[in-house]
């Protein structure tokens, strides 16, 4: 299975990616978290993500590309893998295309979690992640089964993204329906898209996508 989730920050790629991954024993490669590792590395190319990131603009195409270039050839990849948060302009996507076609492995499935603006701010604000194991949580939507212990790994430290205020947020945004969103019509031409409700509840949604990704497969 290869699969892009589509949607804006906070639609929910992130919990999703990690739900099919699991079902499907593929990596979530998500770009985000992989500039994020490089951030906390402290690195000089960190510093510069950083400064990028935290104002809610987008990393350069030449790095996104040269990064999700050396990724997908990895051993781990060979059985398929879920892009969260790559490609997010149509250059990536072009880029993307030519990747797949030199290793003769097309794309299964893109598939939209549409969420409507007003809900993404709350479900951002709300956000938090397990500072040992990265598994995530919302103030009110996924709540650990015990409060302040982590489902997966017991640990009780929890930490909140940098890029997570109410400001950056509202860039971020801005960029998604400037830079991003143009990808929808282009993956509508080649009629792989399929848009679900992603304002419904998490399990709603997985639901919709695990069926979605069936149709795929057996297409
Ligand atoms: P990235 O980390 O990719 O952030 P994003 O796309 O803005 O997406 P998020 O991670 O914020 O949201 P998500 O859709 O994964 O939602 P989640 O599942 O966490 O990118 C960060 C930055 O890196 C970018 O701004 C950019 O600077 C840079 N970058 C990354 N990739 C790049 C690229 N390709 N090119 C250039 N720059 C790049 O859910 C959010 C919350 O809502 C969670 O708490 C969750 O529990 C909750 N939730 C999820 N689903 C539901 C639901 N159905 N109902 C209620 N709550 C829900």
Redesign the pocket.
């Known amino acids: 299975m290869r699969l892009i989730?589509l949607?804006?920050?906070?639609?929910?790629?992130?919990?999703?990616?990690d739900l099919v991954a699991a079902q499907y024993n593929i990596p979530k490669l998500?770009?985000?978290?992989m500039?994020?590792a490089e951030v906390a590395s402290g690195s000089s190319l960190g510093k510069e993500?950083q400064a990028?990131?935290s104002s809610?603009?987008?990393?350069?195409?030449d790095?996104?590309i040269a990064l999700?270039r050396a990724r997908i050839v990895r051993e781990d990849c060979a059985k398929g893998f879920i892009l969260?948060?790559?490609?997010?302009?149509v250059g990536?996507a072009q880029a993307l295309d030519e990747m797949l076609t030199d290793i003769g492995c097309p794309l299964n499935a893109v598939i939209e979690?549409a969420?409507q603006d007003d809900?993404l701010v709350a479900?951002?604000s709300?956000?938090?992640a397990c500072a040992q194991c990265g598994a995530?949580?919302?103030d009110?939507?996924?709540k650990p089964v015990t409060d302040g212990v982590c489902d997966l790994c017991g640990s009780t430290q929890f930490s909140r993204?940098a890029?997570?205020s109410v400001e950056t947020?509202t860039k971020?945004l801005t960029?998604?329906h400037a830079q991003t969103a143009p990808l929808l019509p282009y993956y509508q031409r080649t009629g792989l898209l399929k848009s679900l409700d992603?304002?419904?509840?998490?399990h709603?949604?997985t639901a919709q996508l695990l069926s979605a990704l069936k149709a795929a497969e057996a297409a």
Do not use: C, W
């Not at 804006?8 to 990616?17: F, I, L, R, V």
């Not at 998500?30 to 978290?33: A, E, M, Q, V």
């Not at 992603?198 to 998490?202: D, N, Q, R, Y």
């Open positions: 989730l949607g804006p920050p906070g639609a929910g790629k992130g919990t999703q990616a998500s770009t985000g978290d500039l994020r993500l990028v990131m809610g603009a987008l990393v350069s195409d790095i996104m999700i969260d948060g790559f490609p997010r302009t990536q979690l969420v809900a479900r951002i709300g956000r938090y995530g949580y919302h009110r939507f996924k993204r890029d997570d947020v971020r960029n998604y992603g304002m419904a509840p998490i709603e949604v």
